[in-house]
């Protein structure tokens, strides 16, 4: 029996129609302003009313292996005074779901971001700046006519397109507590770096931005760095970059002077004719790797620099964290409807964050840093504690609650971060034969 089936298991014991568990995190406040947002808000007394089925979304990511329709069944989740065995019909699951469509996930994801990316943490700083990371990540969506024409997938050497239609999801995240600050979804064909264009005003003042270089352009970033209040940048050259050296600082740092192309001033005819940037190279395994930033020499030394791009990484972390904690490796999303595959997501992201909050405010409990803590047995430990105790305990005090919760989790955290052995490498070439979609995945 799978470790999540024994947690599901604890629904006999327990009544899990008390979800104070999420409440805990998500203000009611929020829950109903969200709802507002819903196209067919109704006060008709349904089996599934909207707030349930929220939460049912949030269950849905915590509970990948199971289907929907069970989760909601295991979860007692329905109104109240309504036995479990009213809810065994999957098509009303599925109703209900489309009557909340995604739009009040999307909006209490975004709410948890703008609010709890305030919150800081000691040592969740550098230099006295915050340090975030901006990339993205491509899900995969079963294979259905209306789910390929939306959102589209890439294509191989023979011009056949890929098994499966891909969404594209591009996220803010705070590298220390690896909370999404904000994230957008797209289908496959628009890029990651007109996605990161509509998230740059929730960079914080006073914070340091680390970007995979397929995000270089002269508007990205001089908008970046001047929207706000001491906001920097750090990003690796490409090649072939034409410039001219304005000043050395010393070996391997100097600032250069580059010119802005032509397509993008047509773009954004604001932007200047030329921009400076700093330049810091090192050397890794023989190899000489450069740096682009905008953190000023006189504060910021040079070897500093190259050490803080190291914690791009843990965006990477982030998404694999996702995908294969909450996703359980999962070849694609569950959803077959568009507006469902955008609610889910959204879900996944918000129950991402809600387990990131906890876990980071555990971990201050502990004197530890955010960073430190294992996600994988923290969103098993968090998905079934929480929800425990608010059912055994409704009118138990929160802090007490949270407070039992966090003595627990002192076992949970790592010794030391794992760091890549070697640099990153291509990716062999896709096979050009045709893939079974219905093959089970590797394990």
């Not at 706000?228 to 690796?236: A, E, S």
Request: aromatic share 8%; hydrophobic share 40%; proline share 5%.
């Amino acid at each position: 029996m799978s470790f999540q089936q024994q947690l599901l298991d604890l629904g006999e014991l327990f009544n899990f129609s008390d979800l104070s568990t999420f409440t805990q995190n998500i203000p009611v406040e929020w829950v109903a302003s969200a709802l507002d947002l819903s196209a067919q808000a109704t006060i008709r007394r349904r089996r599934l009313p909207s707030d349930q089925v929220l939460w049912l979304v949030l269950g849905m990511a915590l509970f990948r292996d199971e289907p929907v329709h069970e989760v909601a069944r295991r979860l007692n989740i329905c109104a109240q005074g309504l036995a479990s065995y009213d809810l065994l019909a999957r098509s009303g699951v599925t109703e209900a779901r489309k009557r909340l469509g995604a739009d009040p996930v999307e909006w209490l994801f975004r709410q948890t971001g703008h609010q709890w990316g305030r919150e800081r943490y000691d040592g969740d700083t550098w230099q006295g700046l915050q340090v975030l990371a901006v990339d993205g990540a491509l899900l995969r969506t079963p294979d259905t006519p209306e789910l390929r024409e939306h959102f589209g997938s890439g294509n191989t050497s023979t011009d056949r397109q890929t098994p499966f239609p891909m969404l594209r999801l591009a996220a803010l995240m705070n590298v220390r507590s690896h909370l999404i600050l904000d994230a957008q979804l797209s289908p496959y064909r628009r890029s990651e770096m007109r996605l990161a264009d509509t998230f740059l005003q929730q960079v914080p003042d006073h914070s340091v931005t680390l970007f995979d270089k397929g995000f270089w352009s002269a508007d990205l970033l001089l908008g970046l760095a001047k929207g706000g209040d001491n906001r920097h940048w750090l990003i690796p050259a490409r090649k072939a970059l034409v410039s001219e050296e304005v000043t050395r600082y010393g070996k391997g740092d100097r600032l250069l002077r580059m010119k802005v192309s032509t397509p993008a001033r047509k773009r954004n005819p604001d932007l200047p004719t030329h921009w400076e940037v700093r330049e810091v190279s090192y050397e890794v395994g023989g190899k000489v790797k450069t740096l682009l930033t905008s953190l000023p020499a006189d504060i910021h030394n040079a070897k500093a620099v190259v050490k803080l791009y190291q914690e791009r990484w843990e965006i990477e972390l982030g998404f694999r964290d996702i995908k294969s904690s909450l996703q359980q490796n999962a070849m694609t999303l569950r959803s077959k409807v568009k507006e469902l595959v955008y609610q889910e997501v959204w879900g996944v992201l918000l129950a991402y964050n809600i387990i990131r909050r906890e876990a980071s405010q555990a971990a201050v409990a502990f004197g530890r840093s955010p960073s430190d803590i294992r996600f994988k047995p923290v969103a098993h430990y968090i998905a079934v504690q929480l929800i425990v105790m608010a059912a055994a305990n409704p009118i138990s005090a929160t802090g007490r609650r949270l407070s039992e919760l966090r003595s627990g989790l002192g076992g949970l955290f790592l010794d030391h971060r794992p760091r890549p052995s070697r640099p990153r490498t291509v990716k062999i070439s896709k096979s050009r034969y045709p893939v079974d979609c219905k093959a089970a995945p590797l394990k």
